[in-house]
C-alpha cells in the first residue's frame, strides 16, 4: 500500500512566522503535490514537484514556497504565515504521469 | 462557471438504499476521472480510477463516464453506515510529459442512516 505521511496533523503558528509543512512518502514516486482544502473552496493546488529539485505552481502559489531536496521528500514553506493560509493542507504523490494521486491525511493549521 | 460542478449536498439516505453521486464539466480534454472518498478528519481515499468512457465495478462501487454528456457518477450498492463520508470527483487531461493536475469537484457530504 501507497504511504503518504505528513509530519504534524494539527498545527498552531502566529502570523509571521516562517511554518515548515513536512510530507514523506515510501513508494519512489516521482510526482508530489501539495494542496489546500477550504469548505466551500474544495481542493486546490499549491505547487507540485515531477522530480528532484524540479517544482511547478499550480493555481494558488502566493505566499507559498517548495522545496524537494530528495525523491522521497516535499516540504511545503510559508514564508511570512497569514491568518488567511489557517486551512487543511493536504500532501499527495503519484508513481509516474497519468497515474492516481494518494493522499495523507493532511495538516490542519491554524495561523493566529 | 467552475471546470468541474459537484453539489455538495448534504445527502441522507436508509441503509441498503442505492446512492447515486454525479459530477458535471465543461473541459472536453478530460481523459481520467477518479472518486476518493473522505472521511472526517482524513486525507481523500481513492476509490475509482478510469480512463476515457465506459463503466468499472468494484465490489459494491460502479463509476460510470458519459463523456458526449460531459457527466461523471459513482453508484453505491447495499450502501452502509461506514459509507457515509464526503466524495469527491477529479478529473485530468492526458499530458505527455510532467505530473498529471487533477481538477477537484467540491465534493458531496453523504450520511447512511441505520
Known amino acids: 500500500d501507497v504511504k503518504v505521511t505528513q509530519s504534524s496533523r494539527y498545527l498552531v503558528k502566529r502570523t509571521g512566522e516562517k511554518v515548515f509543512l513536512e510530507c514523506v512518502q515510501d513508494m519512489d514516486h516521482e510526482n508530489m503535490f501539495w494542496y489546500r482544502q477550504d469548505p466551500g473552496l474544495g481542493l486546490r493546488l499549491i505547487y507540485f514537484?515531477?522530480?528532484?529539485?524540479?517544482?511547478e505552481k499550480g493555481d494558488i502559489p502566493e505566499g507559498y514556497s517548495v522545496s524537494r531536496e530528495k525523491k522521497e521528500r516535499f516540504s511545503l514553506i510559508l514564508e511570512s504565515a497569514s491568518t488567511n493560509q489557517t486551512s487543511m493542507y493536504l500532501c499527495?504523490?503519484?508513481?509516474?504521469?497519468?497515474?492516481?494521486?494518494?493522499f495523507g491525511d493532511g495538516t490542519r493549521l491554524s495561523i493566529l | 462557471q467552475k471546470e468541474v460542478e459537484q453539489d455538495p449536498g448534504p445527502l441522507s439516505v436508509p441503509e441498503g438504499a442505492i446512492v447515486s453521486l454525479n459530477c458535471t464539466y465543461s473541459?472536453?480534454?478530460?481523459?481520467?476521472f477518479m472518486w476518493y472518498r473522505q472521511y472526517s478528519r482524513k486525507g481523500p481515499e481513492l476509490l475509482m480510477y478510469t480512463y476515457s468512457s465506459g463503466n468499472k465495478e468494484d465490489g459494491r462501487f460502479t463509476a460510470q463516464v458519459d463523456k458526449s454528456s460531459k457527466y461523471i457518477s459513482l453508484f453505491i450498492r447495499d450502501s452502509q453506515p461506514s459509507d457515509s463520508a464526503t466524495y469527491l470527483c477529479a478529473m485530468s487531461v492526458v499530458r505527455l510529459q510532467g505530473a498529471q493536475k487533477l481538477v477537484f469537484g467540491q465534493g458531496t457530504r453523504l450520511t447512511i442512516n441505520p
Open positions: 499527495a504523490s503519484s508513481l509516474i504521469d497519468n497515474q492516481p494521486q494518494h
Open positions: 514537484s515531477y522530480d528532484v529539485k524540479m517544482k
Open positions: 473541459n472536453s480534454a478530460f481523459q481520467y
